[in-house]
């Protein structure tokens, strides 16, 4: 169902809404963009009239900082315009429907929402129900996806190891709670990466997710033997419910990526994360500004990327 | 029966006739795929200086709206300063003008160059924009619809080809 709804008739990019259901070629196409792009971004006039009189609508309905503010700098590097909700302040909280909000904002003539929602699914639903050249991309839906995060992380991945069919790549952390791996683990088996693991505790890997094609470590150190890609994921504690974890001291001891456990892994390996960090809590700070780590390009490949999902799904 | 100028010999020409442009301010830059090819070729023969630069305008094109982006854009690449060069741009076929006129644009946005020439093998009329080349090998009547393109083989060598589709 998911693939239908993203692609159009000529299996072109109309709405991103998850990585899971687009192909291989759909996949390597936005990387591919994204490089072209990444040429933009380093020269003196960073922008490219591709989207002009284009209106890109940020819905946020959930607080974000560096995905909002790197779609509002990728859309303005395309020339769009580009509007910023402030979903708190707004009707929804007097209750309007989403439905109608966006029905209000497509009377405004917008060209594409970028949205963010509590609820995983939010933006399938509005993707339903948006004229034909109305067009979404899903910034993040609960749990379910976060399509463009995971498509930077393919591209951080790419420009480092080059090719993806001889690596280990480990997603370590919260898991069950990660939009951001489930994504990257779709990424990742489409694009044929032979060994992809989920390193956590029992209680922060979702059931069943071997039959997503990953191996699962409880054990971190087993876990990160010969990687080359390692993924910390925050801790997201505004997600949890119930006791899943003692403490977050504790979190650390057993997954907190210190250098010691670090130097398990191989010695050209990359450490991506997707922000927020929480130093002391998933990630040391010796590792987060060491030589291994690669969180602030992922930071800086966002913005191409954004502009390369932006640029392909206008045109459709 | 349409006959196909000699790629070869047009660059040849081309490649004589752009000695007496060469500066120390000159600089070629490339028009992804064909003009690159072409450029690369005229780099080494000229004994340009300056490193080569490449470009694919598909960020600029007018006709984004209709056709969209390339299927796979080229990323363009201006390794020097273009501010006070005197610039060549280097194409294969020049026909409605639209490319160059992309790429003049995305050239500006790298800087403010002294000047930009135009340079291709064969120039095919049917211009919808005031553009003209100052360096042509040769010119060439083709029917509307049909496309000419540039290949080069595993030796390098560079063939005209006719395709269907503008």
């Known amino acids: 169902m998911a693939s239908n709804l993203q692609l159009n008739a000529n299996g072109e990019l109309r709405h991103l809404l998850s990585i899971e259901g687009l192909p291989r070629e759909v996949l390597l196409r936005i990387l591919d963009t994204a490089a072209s792009f990444v040429g933009v971004t380093e020269r003196e006039v960073k922008k490219v009239p591709l989207l002009r009189g284009k209106s890109v609508f940020n819905l946020f309905f959930e607080p974000s900082t560096r995905t909002r503010t790197t779609f509002e700098i990728a859309a303005k590097r395309l020339s769009a315009d580009v509007i910023n909700l402030n979903i708190a302040a707004s009707s929804q909280t007097k209750g309007e429907s989403l439905l109608d909000t966006v029905a209000n904002l497509s009377a405004m003539q917008a060209d594409l929402f970028v949205m963010r929602h509590a609820s995983s699914g939010a933006p399938f639903l509005i993707a339903h129900h948006v004229k034909p050249h109305e067009h979404v991309i899903n910034a993040g839906d609960g749990r379910h996806a976060h399509p463009t995060q995971g498509l930077l992380d393919l591209y951080t991945i790419r420009h480092y190891k080059k090719e993806f069919s001889n690596l280990t790549v480990a997603i370590v ?85 210190t250098p010691e456990k670090l130097a398990l892994a191989r010695p050209d390996a990359i450490v991506m994360h997707p922000g927020p960090m929480n130093r002391g809590v998933e990630i040391d700070s010796n590792v987060a500004d060491g030589p291994h780590s690669v969180i602030l390009p992922q930071v800086t490949f966002g913005i191409a990327v954004r502009m390369a999902v932006m640029s392909m799904i206008a045109e459709s | 029966m349409i006959i196909l100028p000699e790629a070869e010999t047009l660059y040849a020409r081309l490649a004589a006739e752009l000695v007496s442009w060469v500066k120390p301010t000159s600089a070629l830059i490339g028009i992804h795929t064909g003009g690159a090819w072409l450029a690369e070729r005229l780099h080494a023969a000229l004994g340009i200086g300056t490193e080569l630069g490449t470009l694919d305008a598909a960020f600029y094109r007018d006709d984004y709206r209709q056709q969209g982006l390339a299927k796979e854009p080229k990323r363009s690449q201006v390794p020097f300063p273009v501010e006070g060069r005197d610039l060549l741009l280097v194409d294969d076929v020049l026909h409605t003008g639209r490319t160059v006129r992309a790429a003049m644009n995305e050239l500006f946005d790298y800087g403010r160059p002294a000047s930009i020439s135009l340079a291709v093998l064969a120039d095919r009329g049917g211009r919808e924009l005031p553009i003209c080349a100052q360096y042509c090998a040769t010119r060439i009547e083709l029917p509307a619809g049909k496309r000419l393109r540039l290949t080069r083989d595993a030796a390098g060598r560079l063939a005209f080809e006719l395709e269907d589709g503008e």
Request: one cysteine or more; hydrophobic letters at 40%.
């Open chain 1, 173 to 257: 952390g919260d898991v069950l709670h990660s939009r951001v791996a489930r994504s990257l683990i779709h990424g990742l088996t489409t694009l044929g990466a032979p060994e992809v693991r989920v390193i956590g505790p029992r209680t922060l890997l979702p059931t069943g997710v071997e039959s997503l094609g990953v191996r699962s470590f409880l054990d971190m150190r087993e876990g990160l033997k010969g990687c080359d890609v390692i993924v910390m994921l925050r801790l997201q504690s505004e997600r949890m419910r119930g006791a899943l974890l003692p403490s977050a001291q504790e979190f650390f001891k057993h997954y907190g990526l």
